[in-house]
Antibody, heavy 126, light 106 residues
């Protein structure tokens, strides 16, 4: 069974740091495209970051320079290092695998997030 | 960034109703459009990808259509377990962006 399990959330003061983890089973993090998506209380979904198989990373403007996505291949685990946390970073953080399907045009694929963890809650408050 | 606009933000419906949710992209995203269902306290669940392809295990009462900037999610015959919030998401480019959601309630 393919499963993602997030951990590391908690209550942290503004300006603090947290490191989230996403332990994978049934899939290999290093050969997958993995994302973090967050959801503030009562709000919609917001994409945060992605790491490609080749290790290339991208971030939402709202977290760029403060958050770092990485992976530990030996532990088959995805991480999100969050620094300089702000009140508006308060959210449930989900990790998700990006699946793909060929479009029919060589080298082009449709992408979607087909496996999600249950999420871990981060609360930034003084 | 590509803005995704869903309508309506919420709707009231009854079991057995046909429900249609629309999603509009601020620029052409071709067929790079996905739909997710989220129930309270749960992670999102992929329903449809590539605008119209049903994810494995998703009931056939769900369908998607559209291309370019205008997309539709249809639930043919609403079931009790379909009361949830639905999100569209474009995967055309980074940053990935979601619509604001449509809450389907009784």
């Amino acid at each position: 069974e393919v499963q993602l399990v997030e951990s590391g959330g908690g209550l942290i003061q503004p300006g603090g740091s947290l490191r989230l983890s996403c332990a994978a089973s049934g899939l290999t993090v290093s050969s997958s495209y993995m994302s973090w998506v967050r959801q503030a209380p009562g709000k919609g979904l917001e994409w945060v970051s992605v790491i490609y198989r080749a290790g290339i990373t991208y971030y939402a403007d709202s977290v760029k320079g403060r958050f770092t996505i990485s992976r530990d291949n030996s532990k088959n685990t995805l991480h999100l290092q969050m620094n300089s946390l702000r009140v508006d970073d308060t959210a449930v953080y989900y990790c998700a695998r990006r699946g793909s399907m060929a479009t029919g045009t060589p080298g082009q694929y449709y992408y979607f997030m087909d496996v999600w963890g249950k999420g871990t809650t981060v609360t930034v408050s003084s | 960034d590509i803005q995704m606009t869903q309508s309506p933000p919420s709707l009231s419906a009854s079991v057995g109703d046909r429900v249609t949710i629309t999603c509009r992209a601020s620029q052409d995203v071709s067929g790079y459009l996905n739909w997710y269902q989220q129930k309270p306290g749960k992670a999102p669940n992929l329903l449809i990808y590539a605008a119209s392809t049903l994810q494995s295990g998703v009931p056939s009462r769900f369908s998607g259509s559209g291309s370019g900037t205008d997309f539709t999610l249809t639930i043919a015959t609403l079931q009790p377990e379909d009361f949830a919030t639905y999100y569209c998401q474009q995967s055309y480019n980074i940053p990935l962006t979601f619509g604001g959601g449509t809450k389907v309630e009784i």
